[in-house]
């Protein structure tokens, strides 16, 4: 302890000594010019704890690849998108098991590591996880004041007592050179990495400023103008310079071996140390200190204190960011963040209605409430006109083409004309005019026409005044504005009747919205692009002299208001607006493509705020604004002017990147990662939340969407940062977003994720074709099962059937011995013919039952003539040849099969027509028939009867042929005699 202290007092002691030489040493230090108009080009955006940060001490900063910034505080880690504050430590989840944040870099590889005040330090990966690196593993010590990689990707750690780094192996080393130095217990102010690979350790402590090279560290001895210096901080530039913060007040540059020093502290505000220094993109130089901030820009210094907006003197860090964007840290002031606005506010405490460039006495005329004002330089100044309208209230000043400034005004000089040379002439009531003046101009004729309330006043060369109310035809005789064409045509705008047309004074037109005028009060009036623009209370109209037809812009095609009180066309095709709503852009281009069929939404619309620098209660809507030779626009407000110089302006071209925060499924939320989303089968509902990294004007950033698989197309631009999807069906899809700036850049670049619903099993396609398997199988199975009832209710039908024809066949064979199974063997051979014949297995069977039943007629036909041995006498015969008939009328009502009657009735039939019972002849006879025959006949010269033994098969053969054509049919011989020659009937033999 006696030690400790010890060297504590040593260390004081030499930083005293170190001031002290500071004190008795003149250093020849350049002290620049001062410029307070530097930070008129920048916009402030504070925020403490009011806003959402959790702290008001800034110990760091840091931008990482994505765009988000960083900020170090007693509170936690913080990271911000320009919207909303994410802070990270124990309290808000457990995983990140510290309490402060005091340092912070991004390594190559994109994880974050961050210091703290007295927990070691935390590495950040992509993937989520945290690994924590403390005394136990290592460290010197637990109080991380920076950080740094090198191009080894090693990790420096500067503690408050020693020095290390990490390997990319996870191995804590102590850097060679240290014990050497007797620097074992070095307190780190500062580490930084330069564009060899070097790493510059700055301690606060005078002449210890080290620098680790080929794998050693050293002392640096570079700095040579100031005794014993106590370097606090080490930046490099853009050029390769090296920026040194000495105390109490010093930056050094060192180039090439030339070492430049610069005295920066503010006169008014002397500073004690240096905090940190920024190059930023555009070769300016911020150095921050115990007092406030100077830039060094051009060899000219600006100072930036509490004199002049900025909450706290005390500098921790700065930044640049992607955008260009300046973010300063305090000790008590919390954050700030300086853009380049759009617009340079000059507050007033009156209300301007109206601005006048004159460029030929280099200086801006300003009308308000309160008089005529003269802006020269970024100053106001007196003079005659000043003095002579102070008090009035001027409605309008404007410049002639030839150079006289004309100002109206309610007042007791209504009307003032200042010549070239200064000379002023005045009108008043004594001359006729009202001393309510609204607006006056000077014609290409030289007559001066000026609007009142009470009519229209035409002051002519030669002195004579005229006037235009109701009785010449004006019927609202309230002037609100009065413009002249290139046609030298008078447009006059009234407060309720429309706009009027003079020529040669008189009036050649009249158009209200009865005409299809937007509104019938009129703001201003203008021509452009070969049209006439009217600005109403209802909108703006476009008006074509040659069609004389009517184009409307207002809220209805996505101007966002209806009340337009004027258009100032700039030289980049931007329309501005002065509107109800405020201030507008939009692209010319696009609103001359509208007609009056066009209903389509005006995408460029841009309003302006705060944010782009535009600090106002709001715009008047009978003021006049314009644009200056130099093409910047100066805006009247009720509260001062404001400038947009396009030149300092211009377009933020940086798109916005995305970045999808947090997922949730129905109740639970979870960071995002990069990992495919994967929802349950019960998953109701996917809520996503995402962010747009812009800074400038980062409310303004909008969002479109899709879902690949849901959404038919991107959903239209919006400024909602999440989205939800409910019930998606199982599946997988890709959310695709994009994002574009306030400006309207959008980069296209797509960030995608993608999201799997899982199905349940119902759902999985294999289930179902499992279901529907069964389903065809027990489709199948019992339409087999029907199949197998049906033949067998078939077969037991037909073996039925056949039962009884074989019934009925062994009833007529049993009649007579002789002829015993002959109606089967006529059967039999029937089938034989048929399947010769080609017929089918249905065929043949139909035509051997109806061959067994050929001869049942015989029934019917007496014993005595059937089995008689002898000749059959005229009379038997004839009852003999009945069976054919007797046989017809016993089949032909029996349903057991169809034609079942056909071979007893024909099976006698000649093919000559010669055969009983009806004489058929040829293709009349019955097929069935026609093979019954030829069976018939087979069978009974084959076979013994009572009158005759049976013949020899050759001589059958023979008999049969003879016959075709004359008792048979030829075709059925043909068959019968293939089947001989096969020798199918061999077994007769």
């Not at 030690?3 to 002290?31: D, E, G, H, P, Y």
């Not at 994109?110 to 593993?137: Q, R």
């Not at 208001?561 to 852009?585: E, H, R």
Request: charged share 25%; proline share 3%; with cysteine.
């Amino acid at each position: 302890m006696f030690f400790s202290s010890k060297k504590n007092i040593l260390i004081i002691l030499l930083i005293l000594f170190s001031f002290t030489l500071f004190a008795q040493n003149k250093i020849n230090a350049i002290v620049g010019k001062t410029d307070s108009s530097f930070l008129n080009d920048y916009v402030s955006k504070n925020w403490t704890t009011e806003d959402g940060l959790p702290g008001m001490t800034v110990n760091g900063l840091l931008q990482d690849k994505k765009g988000y910034v960083y900020i170090c505080s007693y509170d936690g880690l913080v990271r911000f998108d320009g919207v909303e504050f994410a802070v990270f430590n124990r309290a808000v989840d457990e995983k990140y098991d510290f309490a402060s944040a005091r340092s912070i870099i991004q390594d190559a590889s994109g994880n974050i590591w961050v210091g703290h005040n007295d927990e070691g330090v935390s590495c950040l990966k992509k993937n989520g996880e945290i690994v924590k690196y403390t005394i136990a593993s290592g460290l010197p010590n637990n109080k991380v004041n920076s950080i740094c990689e090198d191009f080894d990707h090693n990790i420096w750690i500067g503690t408050a007592c020693g020095l290390c780094y990490i390997t990319p192996q996870n191995e804590i080393v102590i850097p060679n050179g240290v014990k050497e130095l007797k620097q074992e217990n070095i307190l780190v102010g500062k580490l930084y990495c330069d564009s060899a690979g070097r790493v510059w350790v700055a301690t606060s402590v005078a002449n210890d400023i080290f620098v680790y090279s080929n794998k050693k560290l050293e002392r640096f001895t570079g700095i040579s103008k100031i005794q014993n210096p106590c370097v606090t901080e080490v930046i490099q530039d853009l050029s390769g310079a090296f920026w040194f913060g000495v105390s109490p007040s010093y930056a050094i540059r060192i180039k090439d071996g030339e070492e430049t020093v610069y005295n920066i502290s503010n006169p008014s505000n002397p500073c004690s140390e240096i905090s940190s220094i920024l190059s930023d993109s555009v070769g300016n130089y911020w150095v921050g200190t115990d007092a406030g901030v100077t830039i060094i820009h051009n060899g000219v210094f600006t100072y930036y204190d509490r004199q002049n907006g900025i909450p706290d003197d005390v500098i921790t860090r700065m930044l640049e960011d992607n955008e260009g964007n300046i973010w300063i840290g305090f000790n008590r002031g919390g954050l700030q963040k300086l853009s380049r606005g759009k617009f340079f506010t000059v507050p007033m405490e009156t209300s301007v209605n109206a601005i006048c460039e004159d460029a030929r006495r280099e200086l801006t005329w300003i009308g308000t409430d309160s008089g005529v004002m003269c802006y020269k330089n970024g100053e106001f100044i007196t003079n005659k006109v000043t003095e002579l309208t102070k008090g009035n209230r001027v409605r309008h000043v404007g410049l002639s083409d030839d150079n006289e400034l004309l100002i109206s005004s309610y007042s007791s000089y209504p009307e003032i004309v200042v010549l070239p040379d200064d000379t002023i002439k005045i009108w008043t009531e004594k001359d006729g005019i009202s001393n309510r003046c609204r607006v006056s101009i000077k014609t290409t004729s030289g007559d001066y026409y000026v609007g009142t309330t009470f009519g229209l006043a035409i002051i002519h060369k030669d002195g004579n005044i005229s006037f235009f109310t109701k009785n010449e035809g004006l019927e609202n005789h309230y002037i609100m504005w009065i413009y002249e064409d290139k046609k030298n045509q008078i447009w006059i705008g009234t407060n309720g009747g429309g706009v009027y047309v003079l020529k040669d004074e008189k009036i050649t037109a009249h158009y209200s919205t009865e005409n299809g005028l937007s509104g019938n009060v009129i703001f201003k009036i203008l021509e452009y692009a070969d049209n006439i623009w009217i600005g109403t209370g209802t909108g703006l109209s476009r008006f074509n002299e040659e069609t004389k037809t009517f184009v409307t812009f207002n809220s209805t095609n996505g101007l966002g208001t209806d009340s337009v009180f004027q258009m100032i066309p700039d030289y980049s095709s931007t329309a501005w607006m002065l509107t109800n709503k405020g201030i507008l852009s939009v692209s010319f281009p696009e609103m001359n493509g509208v007609t009056e069929d066009n209903k389509i939404k005006l995408s460029s619309v841009q309003y302006y705020g705060s944010s782009d620098g535009l600090v106002t209660s709001g715009v008047t809507s009978t003021a006049y604004s314009q644009q200056d030779s130099y093409g910047r626009i100066w805006f009247t407000l009720v509260d001062g002017f404001a400038v947009y110089d396009p030149v300092k302006s211009g377009i933020n071209r940086t798109s916005p990147n995305v970045d999808i925060q947090k997922i949730t499924i129905d109740n639970e939320t979870f960071d995002y990662n990069g990992e495919k989303i994967v929802l349950a089968p019960s998953a109701k509902r996917i809520s996503l939340k995402f962010t747009g990294l812009s800074f400038i004007a980062s409310e303004k950033v909008s969002f479109s969407y899709k879902l690949e698989g849901f959404d038919d197309d991107y959903s239209d631009w919006t400024l909602n940062r999440s989205v939800s999807y409910t019930n998606l069906k199982p599946g997988t899809y890709e959310f695709n977003l994009v994002s574009k700036n306030s400006d309207g850049v959008s980069g296209g670049n797509i960030t995608s994720v993608t999201i799997i619903k899982k199905p349940y099993l119902w759902q999985r396609p294999w289930f179902w074709g499992i279901i529907i398997a069964l389903i065809v199988f027990f489709i199948i199975l019992g339409f087999r099962l029907n199949v197998l009832k049906f033949e067998r209710e078939a077969k037991e039908e037909k073996d039925f059937k056949n039962a009884i024809i074989g019934a009925f066949a062994n009833c007529v064979d049993g009649k007579d011995n002789y002829t015993n199974g002959h109606s089967q063997r006529v059967a039999d051979y029937t089938k034989m013919l048929a399947t010769e014949l080609g017929e089918n297995d249905s065929t043949i069977e139909k035509y051997y039952n109806i061959a067994l039943l050929h001869d049942i007629g015989k029934i019917g036909v007496p014993d005595s003539i059937l089995q008689k041995p002898g000749k059959l006498t005229d009379e038997e015969f004839s009852v003999m040849k009945s069976h054919a008939q007797r046989g017809y009328e016993i089949l032909k009502d029996i349903k057991l099969q169809e034609d079942l009657a056909e071979g007893a009735h024909y099976h006698h039939e000649r093919y000559d027509g010669k055969g009983y019972p009806d004489g058929l002849v040829g293709e009349n006879i019955p097929w069935v028939a026609r093979i019954i025959a030829v069976a018939d006949t087979f069978d009974a010269m084959s076979s013994t009867r009572p009158y005759r033994k049976k013949m020899e098969l050759s001589y059958i053969e023979e008999e049969i042929q003879r016959c075709s054509g004359t008792q048979f049919d030829p075709k059925v011989v043909d068959a019968f005699m293939r089947l001989y020659k096969k020798g199918a009937f061999d077994y007769l033999k």
